[in-house]
């Protein structure tokens, strides 16, 4: 499982950095730091959901592997 941001949608609400600051870290600006395609770890698929879900702006998105 991985999780992405669209830099174009993320709004720096931060919703997603409070579920979990590794997961969902954030630039200097406050803006998701995710990237494309960052892995998550075993055991954490569903806290990584939860963080998605958490973003107003649904900025956020899962990718199956």
Known sequence: ???S???D???AT???FAVDEELFPLDGDGYS???EG???PAGK???AQVGVDACPMAALYVNED
Do not use: N, S
């Open 1 to 3: 499982m991985k999780i």
């Open 5 to 7: 941001v669209d830099d």
């Open 9 to 11: 949608q993320c709004g």
């Open 14 to 16: 931060a919703q997603c």
């Open 33 to 35: 730091a995710v990237g």
């Open 38 to 40: 960052r892995e998550v």
């Open 45 to 47: 698929e569903g806290l």
